[in-house]
């Protein structure tokens, strides 16, 4: 059983266009989150929820939008792609935000191209 | 505040080396530190992991031993193969619930037959 999964895999958008990322995970957490890898491999937090409250938003254009319909889903809507959006973005959720269980698992991650 | 500092790749062993990658921390209070692997077109999955000061985390050969005098998590493996070829990710995980977590660059590890 796959404990995180995401889809699609594979985006392949044109600039301008509005796309959405899906998340879900049963592994009974109640943390979910969005990270952005860049080709260097850079990690960088997007968002956090913890039972379906936004808890982390880190400086992230307006474009990108989370939700969250119930604590085993976290979705990402992205409006008006950029070519600077192409990236790979990763779901991860943990049983706690923080902590000694903190720990996070991931996704397989979906690779966004904009052209 | 809370931050990891790792040791900058890439890195290009020989098959059957030794390895060690350099992971420093900040954080107030008693925080979790992990080191988590990503293989090539894969997500990051969880290596190993210590909870408190003195822990070994341990597993495939790999090991880091938490060492809150010189606030540090270095990740150590005696032989390495071609299949350890991976972006190896420090991270930290604060004491305190609700925070985030805070991982490194990454280190990029290629083995050579």
């Known amino acids: 059983d796959t404990a995180v999964s995401q889809t699609p895999k594979y985006l392949v958008t044109q600039m301008g266009n509005d796309k959405s990322i899906k998340c879900e995970q049963n592994?009974?957490?109640?943390?979910m989150y969005w990270y952005k890898q860049d080709s260097k491999k850079f990690l960088k937090i997007m968002f956090s929820?913890?039972?379906?409250?936004?808890?982390i938003n880190e400086t992230v254009p307006n474009r990108f939008s989370p939700k969250s319909p119930d604590k085993a889903h976290l979705n990402l809507h992205i409006n008006s792609l950029e070519l600077g959006d192409s990236a790979v973005y990763f779901c991860?959720?943990?049983?706690?935000?923080?902590?000694?269980?903190?720990?996070?698992?991931f996704g397989p991650g979906t690779r966004l191209t904009v052209t | 505040g809370n931050s990891v500092t790792q040791m900058e790749g890439p890195v290009t062993l020989s098959e059957e080396a030794f390895l060690t990658i350099n992971c420093t921390y900040t954080a107030t209070g008693y925080p979790s530190l992990f080191w988590y692997v990503q293989y090539p077109g894969e997500g990051l999955q969880l290596l190993l992991k210590a909870t408190k000061a003195d822990d070994k985390g341990s597993n495939k050969g790999f090991e880091a031993t938490y060492r809150k005098e010189t606030t540090s998590f270095h990740l150590e493996k005696g032989s390495v193969q071609v299949s350890d070829s991976a972006v190896y990710f420090c991270a930290l995980s604060p004491s305190q619930p609700g925070n985030q977590f805070y991982f490194g660059t990454g280190t990029s590890l290629t083995v050579i037959p």
């Open positions: 991860a959720s943990s049983r706690t935000a923080g902590g000694l269980r903190g720990e996070q698992y």
């Open positions: 929820y913890n039972n379906k409250e936004l808890i």
């Open positions: 592994l009974g957490h109640d943390t």
